[in-house]
């Protein structure tokens, strides 16, 4: 995988973050039939909503990876239903957790969609807790890897609950999430999009699988120089999936290359003062026609910045004008059609960076799947009461 033997892989430590993020499509596949056959269980769930309530707030959460999965997924949604009964927003754990009445409506239906790995995170638990003490009409959606997860078993016997367990693969060994990622936004976009979805995901599919056989040569290439910083940059949505890109980066590099992010329209308003040259710009290339007009733009800038920085840009087509300003071009040739957005695009983009992170982690003999034996003790999390 990525022009690394299997054998190599187990003695780098790379083998788990190697397999998963090669996974992908597989495991959106074996997501799409699991949908299909509960399609008639995720129908009903929905359909009592809308029957008893003519607005309801949908917040997605979850912590780092999985609150990014909910910042990604949140444009398209609002976009795509305009004529639904619901409102989606991304808020994370945290700050549910920390700062509750901030965020938290009383009187307004709100369902609670949790994105977690394992479900035994002490912010999901405690995020769930609290939004139900505070919400008069609460409900959950919680997408899980795990079935024995503290999340997972909190939702039996509740018909106000709904649980949607991933494929066994998806619950990522390795330390950084990769599949679990990409597989739960496939999951809240199937559940809650009222466009046809499974023609997306097929489309988002066909494209990975010819991106996977040719990710590791465009990332060796882009890694045949070093870098102390990187900066992922994209608009809409795409500037929400370039947080996820910047945290792979700063994971599995064990943070000694430093990796940020911003929409390509805000990065010149301060953020760019980062860049000097040592510097790797990942720039996603948005496929509507409009909001491209503004990656163009900055694209321009900087490559007529004379900094010394390089430019790796991730786009859905070929195309001339951007070959000649950027120093590294990574093209899904997709034919623009109605199955391809803005959120298509996203699940296959993510692969760039997921392996550029993984195999600078390798280049600067770190083990990917464990690049750093310092953790945040569960048992230092203390969860307050709000009487508190």
């Not at 078993?153 to 990622?181: R, W, Y």
């Not at 870098?227 to 947080?243: D, N, P």
């Not at 960076?353 to 799947?369: C, E, G, R, W, Y």
Request: charge should be negative.
């Amino acid at each position: 995988m990525f022009n690394l033997a299997e054998q190599d892989l187990e003695k780098l430590g790379a083998v788990h973050t190697a397999s998963e993020i090669d996974q992908q499509p597989h495991v959106w596949r074996k997501m799409l039939t699991t949908l299909a056959e509960q399609k008639d269980t995720h129908q009903r769930f929905i359909q009592q909503l809308k029957e008893k309530h003519a607005h309801v707030r949908v917040i997605f959460t979850g912590a780092g990876t999985s609150a990014f999965a909910g910042d990604t997924l949140t444009p398209e949604l609002n976009q795509s239903t305009t004529e639904s009964t619901f409102t989606f927003e991304s808020i994370a754990t945290t700050d549910i957790v920390s700062n509750p009445y901030a965020y938290l409506k009383a009187h307004v239906p709100t369902v609670l969609v949790s994105f977690a790995r394992s479900g035994n995170s002490p912010e999901s638990v405690a995020a769930v807790n609290v939004t139900e003490s505070i919400i008069d009409d609460f409900y959950q959606v919680v997408i899980t890897c795990n079935s024995e997860g503290q999340l997972a078993v909190n939702t039996k016997g509740d018909d106000k609950s709904l649980l949607i367990l991933t494929p066994p693969e998806a619950h990522d060994k390795s330390f950084a999430m990769t599949s679990s990622f990409t597989t739960m936004m496939v999951t809240a976009y199937s559940l809650f999009s009222e466009t046809e979805t499974e023609a997306v995901i097929e489309q988002s599919i066909k494209q990975a699988e010819q991106l996977l056989d040719v990710v590791g040569d465009y990332v060796d290439v882009v890694l045949e120089q070093s870098y102390e910083r990187m900066v992922f940059l994209g608009s809409g949505l795409l500037g929400q999936l370039a947080h996820e890109g910047a945290l792979k980066v700063l994971e599995l590099t064990a943070g000694k290359v430093a990796a940020t992010y911003e929409t390509s329209l805000g990065f010149r308003h301060g953020p760019k003062s980062i860049l000097n040259d040592q510097s790797l710009v990942v720039m996603f290339m948005s496929q509507d026609s409009y909001t491209r007009q503004y990656d163009r733009d900055l694209l321009n800038e900087l490559a007529n910045d004379n900094s010394g920085i390089k430019i790796a840009v991730v786009d859905y087509q070929h195309d001339d004008w951007v070959s000649e300003r950027a120093d590294f071009v990574i093209h899904l040739d997709v034919e623009k059609g109605p199955e391809v957005n803005d959120f298509s695009l996203a699940l296959v983009y993510i692969i760039f960076p997921q392996v550029l992170a993984m195999k600078n982690s390798l280049k600067l003999s770190i083990t990917p799947d464990n690049p750093s034996l310092v953790a945040l003790s569960i048992a230092s999390f203390r969860c307050y009461h709000l009487s508190d």
